[in-house]
Structures are given as C-alpha cells and as structure tokens.
C-alpha cells in the first residue's frame, strides 16, 4: 500500500511539475554542455541558486542598484512593471502565462538584454541554466 | 482654382502634426513596442532613425539590442517611413521628444504634470494622447491623468 501510494505521489508530482517543450529542451542541454565545457565539476542546473541570480542586487548598466525582480516582481505570477519606461510586463511564471519559456530565440534575446541591465555584462551558462531552471517551476 | 489647390496643400502640411500613419508592422509592434509604445516612423527623421538603430545596445540606458536580420528588417521600415514635417525638421538628436517643435507644443505642461508616476516622462506619449496608438495626436485626444482634459 505504501509503495504504491509513494508511486502515485510521485507521478503527481512530475505531472505538477512545469516542463520545457522540445526546443527549449534542446537549448537546456546546450547551456549544459557550455557549462561543462566551462567547469569540469560542473553536476547539473539548480533552482536554489538560480533564485539568488534572479532576487539579488547588483550594479547595473545605469550604474544603480537592480536586479531581476525590479522589473518583474518577487511574485512571478503577478504583473511587473518595466521600471524605464512605466509600461505593465505579463507575468513571467509559467504557471501564470503559458507563453512564457516556450520560445528559445525570444528567451535568448532577453536573457541577453537583461543581464547586460542588471550585471552589466552577459550572463554564463552555468547562470542561464540556473535561472531558466529557477523560472520554469514558477 | 490655384488658391484652392495651394490652400488645400497648406491645410494637409499642417494637420501632420495631429496625425500620423499607424506603425502597422507587426515586426515592429513585437520588437519596438515591448518596453514602450510603438513610436510611429513618421515622428522621427530618417537620420534620427539611423541613430536610433545603430545604438541599441545601449538604448537610453538599457540593451535593445536585436538579432541582424531583425535589425535590418526594422531599419529599411523605419527609414522608408520616416518622417518629414514640421514635427521632424531640424531635429538632429535620436529623441522625437527634442525635436524643437515637440518642445515648444509641449513646453507649457507643468512638470508636475510630467513627472507623476502616471505618466513618468514626455516620451511616454499614450499617457497623455489616448488615440496615440492610432497616429492620432489631435488636441481634442489629449486626457492628462489627474489633470483632465487639455482642451
């Protein structure tokens, strides 16, 4: 009895959590291979410190203190607010927009933009991975 | 007959500055009106346009930067569609709001009025003109929030 309890828990759990589409899979093992390629001891993404890439503060490319969620809010699922230009932002979690982490050109051009705004240069893989990995399960 | 025709002329040269041709192009809306409206072409002279193009990287403080094809893409609409008015002449930054004629329409609105969090800076045109989205920026369309009506 308990096994099979243990079993269906389980797969309730995969089916809860969120999944990247092919593509997207596909641009995952990529940023994997980059990350390896960088540091051998390298293991796998982790949402634990994708979550500090995205909450912690650093100087940015307008030489203010920012990060992630200036823009795009502690509460993924709420609306952010683009803080330059005072325009609403759709939620960035998955669960809230299912448009979002589905189209790998637009997440690439993004992560690009905004990690030259937040950090003031562009983000590793290692960091990419993190953080898509972080966002996925919002 | 002449001074019908040269009247006429006169008549369409001055309502430019109230109406513009939409930004129709669906590359555009994607890529230009993400962070902010869609600026329409036709606010901007086409060298103005080339400026704006060419620094996206470092776009008024933030990275705009897009893939090649895309830009390239957007610099043939924005050239060919750029504009040539009252609104445009002898502009020779990349910013519609320093175009001397822009300052001078807009000069009389009291700061306070601008740097509300509503509105946050006189590029942010569809705060204030509520059909800016359609090229309209005729004054009897202007709404100021907390302000009301400019008219």
């Known amino acids: ?138 | 007959m002449k001074r019908i025709i040269l009247s006429c002329l006169v008549l369409a040269s001055m309502s430019w500055a109230k109406n513009v041709p939409a930004a129709t192009d669906a590359l555009y809306q994607k890529e230009c009106a993400s962070c902010h409206f869609g600026y329409q072409p036709a606010l901007l002279n086409a060298s103005g346009w080339q400026k704006v193009m060419g620094s996206l990287k470092d776009h008024f403080g933030t990275d705009a930067s897009l893939s090649q094809k895309e830009h390239d893409a957007i610099v043939t609409y924005v050239t060919q569609n750029a504009g040539n008015s009252k609104l445009t002449q002898g502009n020779t930054t990349m910013r519609i709001s320093q175009s001397p004629y822009f300052i001078k329409e807009h000069r009389r609105i009291p700061e306070r009025l601008i740097d509300q969090p509503e509105v946050k800076s006189l590029s942010q045109c569809a705060a204030c003109h509520t059909k800016a989205e359609q090229g309209d920026y005729s004054e009897r369309t202007i709404v100021i929030p907390n302000y009301g009506r400019w008219e």
């Open chain 1, 1 to 138: 009895m308990k096994k099979i309890f243990l079993m269906l828990s389980c797969s309730a759990v995969i089916l809860l959590a969120q999944d990247f589409n092919a593509p997207m899979k596909a641009y995952m093992n990529e940023l994997e291979k980059e990350a390896k390629a960088q540091d051998a001891s390298f293991e796998r993404f982790d949402a634990k410190r994708g979550e500090s890439i995205f909450t912690s503060q650093h100087i940015g490319k307008k030489a203010q203190e920012m990060s992630c969620t200036t823009c795009h809010k502690s509460d993924l699922k709420a609306t952010g607010l683009n803080v330059n230009t005072n325009k609403t932002i759709a939620p960035l979690a998955p669960s809230a927009n299912a448009q979002r982490l589905t189209d790998v050109e637009e997440v690439q051009k993004w992560l690009r933009r905004n990690f030259n705004d937040v950090y003031n240069r562009e983000g590793s893989a290692l960091e990419k991975g993190d953080v898509l990995t972080y966002l996925i399960n919002q």
